[in-house]
């Protein structure tokens, strides 16, 4: 078999590799300094993402919860050096976002492990209208992310809906809300019905933890809802309620070490 000519498509992904070769190279530093602290949930979340949309558009309907399940087990095995791979490509977007006068400012504040110490905003380059901007986060992405969302993923591990993005706010401390994407300025919106739902399956888990007794009987109506509603928002709750009570804490370990 005669080999495939040379195209100028192959020539174009050659370039496009070179160039995100030499991208990488300039931007080591600042990758490497802001790697250790990428939390791992953010490769499982975007990819979780990504996979939910492919699905939903393949079959017409959206994963059941125990499909979501295998496909979060799937990424979460994924090897550490693809996760490694993915979080250098988006921090090097992510540095080219962020305005140079900015950059030293958000390492110091990523590095920082002090809840009292005060961080200054972090501005972004707006798009061409003046908003904050919106990337890819994935190769051949089907969707973009607002810079503020990605930070929240990838910094602090917040978990979240594809499209909870509009739920995102600023602190009163942040001076410039409509460009600033430094982490520790970004809040999410709770709403009424996710207190409610926090408040009453953790009610609902510490009761059944006093009734070890009860858990071998067979499933009612109810607790088959309570089963169905911790399955689905015991990460969102997770940060909404109080470390020391939390049924479900998202882990503060499982980040990038080089």
């Not at 969707?143 to 969302?149: A, G, M, P, S, T």
Request: charged content about 35%; overall charge neutral; some cysteine.
């Amino acid at each position: 078999m005669q080999p495939q000519p040379y195209t100028s498509e192959d020539t174009k992904t050659s370039m496009e590799i070179r160039r995100e070769d030499e991208t990488m190279e300039q931007y080591r530093p600042f990758i490497e300094t802001l790697l250790p602290y990428v939390r791992s949930f953010s490769y499982t979340w975007f990819n979780l993402q990504a996979r939910k949309r492919k699905y939903n558009k393949d079959h017409e309907r959206r994963m059941t919860p125990d499909e979501e399940r295998r496909c979060k087990e799937e990424l979460e095995g994924e090897a550490p050096e693809e996760k490694r791979k993915w979080a250098s490509r988006l921090l090097a977007k992510l540095r080219k976002d962020i305005k140079t006068e900015h950059r030293e400012e958000f390492v110091r504040s990523v590095q920082s492990r002090n809840p009292e110490t005060p961080h200054l905003c972090v501005l972004s380059n707006p798009d061409q209208k003046g908003k904050m901007r919106r990337i890819d986060c994935l190769r051949q992405a089907d969707k973009v992310w607002r810079l503020d969302l990605v930070m929240v993923i990838l910094f602090r591990a917040i978990p979240l809906e594809s499209t909870d993005g509009e739920r995102l706010g600023k602190f009163p401390e942040c001076q410039h809300p409509t460009l600033c994407v430094q982490p520790k300025h970004i809040t999410v919106t709770v709403r009424e019905l996710d207190l409610f739902l926090a408040s009453f399956i953790h009610l609902t888990l510490k009761e059944s933890s006093e009734e070890e007794e009860d858990v071998e009987q067979s499933i009612t109506g109810e607790s088959r809802l309570i089963s169905c509603l911790t399955s689905l928002h015991k990460q969102r709750i997770s940060c909404m309620l109080p470390e020391d009570c939390c049924p479900c804490i998202v882990s503060s370990g499982n980040w990038f070490y080089l």
